[in-house]
């Protein structure tokens, strides 16, 4: 089992832009992060795979990016162009089988779950 490590949260206004970390501390061919906001349930918002290939909420696609790096057993979410509703606890996950397209609806279907980390996005 891998440990998964969120960081770079924080508050930030309507148009800023966050970068967000997971270190991870084994491999997993896909990650993913995903977001729950109060009240609302968990979504999917941007998965990777090993041969690099991703998938996108579509309320994020062109905002936001995920990468890894495999050197530093990190993975990233450069998120720009915030907005209110990106208001959200955000959690990094690790899979080993799945596509990215069909993993980003499918949460249940990811093995290890980070702690997570907030965003907060004011207008």
Same mark, same amino acid.
């Given at each position: 089992?891998?440990?998964?490590?969120?960081?770079?949260?924080?508050?930030?206004?309507? +148009?800023?832009?966050?970068? /967000?970390?997971?270190? !991870?501390?084994?491999?997993?061919?896909?990650?993913?992060?995903?977001?729950?906001?109060?009240?609302?349930?968990?979504?999917?918002? *941007?998965?990777?795979?090993?041969?690099?290939?991703?998938?996108? *909420?579509?309320?994020?696609?062109?905002?936001?990016?995920? %990468?890894?790096?495999?050197?530093?057993?990190? /993975?990233? /979410?450069?998120?720009? %162009?915030?907005?209110?509703?990106?208001?959200?606890?955000?959690?990094?996950?690790?899979? !080993?089988? +799945?596509?990215?397209?069909?993993?980003?609806?499918?949460?249940?279907?990811?093995?290890?779950?980070?702690?997570?980390? /907030?965003?907060?996005?004011?207008?």
């Amino acid at each position: 089992q891998v440990q998964l490590v969120e960081s770079g949260g924080g508050s930030v206004q309507a +148009g800023g832009s966050l970068r /967000l970390s997971c270190v !991870v501390s084994g491999y997993r061919y896909f990650m993913a992060w995903f977001r729950q906001a109060p009240g609302k349930e968990r979504e999917g918002v *941007a998965v990777i795979a090993g041969d690099g290939s991703t998938s996108y *909420a579509d309320s994020v696609k062109g905002r936001f990016t995920v %990468s890894k790096d495999n050197a530093k057993s990190t /993975l990233y /979410l450069q998120m720009n %162009s915030l907005k209110p509703e990106d208001t959200a606890m955000y959690y990094c996950a690790a899979g !080993v089988s +799945g596509s990215v397209s069909w993993l980003l609806q499918h949460a249940n279907d990811f093995d290890e779950w980070g702690q997570g980390t /907030l965003v907060t996005v004011s207008s």
